[in-house]
């Protein structure tokens, strides 16, 4: 299986993709009331922008675009080197909402306005739920992104080096979306970024030992 996924990795995306998607789905139905509601005082003070919807909302193009350009463009070896921490951290993620439901209360009561950031966020609270929030999914996904784009080696290229500086500035935009819509609190972000750090960091050990077989360099 696992050769057979090396050699089909679009594939391999979508598989996961319905894995995930179908445990956030259940995850969504079955977890009602959380088991722990996440807050510290420095949310308090961060306060409510429906503009930061634009950013959110960029991450779900982002995160396909980099995996496809990496695959097409970069040493396949780059491709499955972002993939292990990214895939790996989601399944992560989606285990602790299993073992230790988390939710917020921080949303404002009511979005006003009838301009399209307005709209869009009244979307986005009508089909996402404020439950299953640490650690971040959408913090750890972007931390994950800018480490690869800061490691991948197709990306030293002179026509592609300032890829490498706006994947900061939009990363950094989807990060600090997240309190600004009041989808995750500080500490959702702090925990999300971490673990983001400790899975690239247990994948660079895995390369470093040899315990991670290198994949053909074609399809």
């Given at each position: 299986?696992?050769?057979w996924?090396?050699?089909?990795?679009?594939?391999?995306?979508?598989?996961y993709?319905?894995?995930?998607?179908t445990?956030?789905?259940?995850?969504?139905?079955?977890?009602?009331?959380?088991?722990i509601?996440?807050?510290?005082?420095?949310?308090?003070?961060?306060?409510?922008c429906?503009y930061?919807?634009?950013?959110?909302?960029?991450?779900f193009?982002?995160?396909?675009?980099?995996?496809?350009?990496?695959?097409?463009?970069?040493?396949?070896?780059?491709f499955?080197?972002?993939?292990?921490?990214?895939?790996?951290?989601?399944?992560?993620?989606?285990?602790?909402?299993?073992?230790?439901?988390?939710?917020?209360?921080l949303?404002?009561?009511?979005?006003?306005?009838s301009?399209?950031?307005?709209?869009?966020?009244?979307?986005?609270?009508?089909?996402?739920?404020?439950?299953?929030?640490?650690?971040?999914?959408?913090?750890?996904?972007?931390?994950?992104?800018?480490?690869?784009?800061?490691?991948?080696?197709?990306?030293?290229?002179?026509?592609?080096?300032?890829?490498?500086?706006?994947?900061?500035?939009l990363?950094?935009?989807?990060?600090?979306?997240?309190?600004?819509?009041?989808?995750?609190?500080?500490?959702?972000?702090?925990?999300?970024?971490?673990?983001?750090?400790?899975?690239?960091?247990?994948?660079?050990?895995?390369?470093?030992?040899?315990?991670?077989?290198?994949?053909?360099?074609?399809?």
């Amino acid at each position: 299986m696992r050769t057979w996924f090396s050699r089909h990795p679009v594939w391999f995306m979508a598989f996961y993709m319905v894995f995930y998607l179908t445990v956030f789905h259940w995850l969504e139905v079955h977890v009602t009331v959380p088991d722990i509601w996440v807050h510290c005082r420095l949310d308090d003070f961060i306060p409510f922008c429906k503009y930061a919807i634009v950013p959110y909302l960029a991450w779900f193009g982002w995160i396909p675009f980099t995996l496809f350009y990496l695959l097409w463009k970069a040493p396949r070896a780059d491709f499955w080197r972002l993939c292990l921490p990214l895939f790996a951290g989601m399944t992560f993620a989606l285990a602790c909402y299993i073992v230790l439901p988390t939710g917020l209360y921080l949303r404002p009561y009511r979005v006003y306005g009838s301009d399209i950031f307005a709209r869009l966020v009244r979307m986005l609270y009508a089909v996402d739920s404020s439950k299953n929030v640490c650690p971040s999914i959408h913090v750890l996904n972007t931390v994950t992104l800018m480490i690869g784009y800061r490691r991948s080696r197709c990306f030293d290229e002179p026509g592609r080096r300032w890829m490498r500086p706006a994947a900061n500035v939009l990363g950094m935009a989807i990060i600090l979306s997240t309190m600004l819509l009041k989808q995750h609190s500080c500490i959702d972000v702090v925990l999300g970024a971490a673990l983001a750090f400790a899975l690239d960091a247990a994948a660079s050990s895995l390369e470093r030992s040899g315990d991670v077989r290198r994949v053909p360099q074609r399809l």
